[in-house]
């Protein structure tokens, strides 16, 4: 699993660098890919546009989700991922600052597999990071690579 990346889709540099920073103070090996916007995460895990030559296996092990995105929002992104055979199990976390319980419920309905709010301290948003990366790296058991199948 350790050749699995992340995906970290947040358009927000400060909350990337803060994010890219708390996983690898959790020693977590794992290559993390960033995307800024909906359509770049969907081009990413999609193969298309910029991504076109990209090796789309393996997916991610977890993607990180940020729901107000420029050009497609985080509810649109994952509605689409979760409408794609390939990528209707692949897990995604929403990582958001929104503490409404509309888009908590939203991203639900979606099929968020977590839905985790930003802490506003770095103390407790590196501790936060560190947690869910430890959790989706080393603790949950993924899909295995090509296990999913197109019909």
């Known amino acids: 699993m350790r050749d699995r990346c992340l995906l970290l889709v947040e358009d927000n540099p400060q909350d990337e660098l803060l994010t890219l920073r708390a996983l690898r103070k959790a020693n977590l090996v794992n290559p993390v890919e960033v995307t800024r916007d909906g359509q770049q995460a969907l081009d990413f895990l999609l ?44 897990p995604v976390v929403i990582l958001t600052s929104s503490d409404e319980s509309a888009d908590r419920l939203r991203a639900y309905e979606v099929g968020a597999n977590s839905f985790v709010r930003k802490p506003v301290g770095f103390a407790e948003f590196a501790e936060t990071i560190a947690r869910l990366g430890v959790y989706w790296v080393a603790t949950n058991e993924p899909v295995e690579p090509g296990a999913l199948r197109c019909r």
């Open 47 to 90: 193969g298309q546009g910029e991504f076109a030559d990209r090796a789309l296996e393996p997916l991610p092990l977890v993607v990180l989700l940020d729901l107000k995105l420029p050009k497609l929002s985080g509810v649109e992104v994952l509605e689409r991922l979760r409408a794609n055979e390939r990528t209707r199990l692949l």
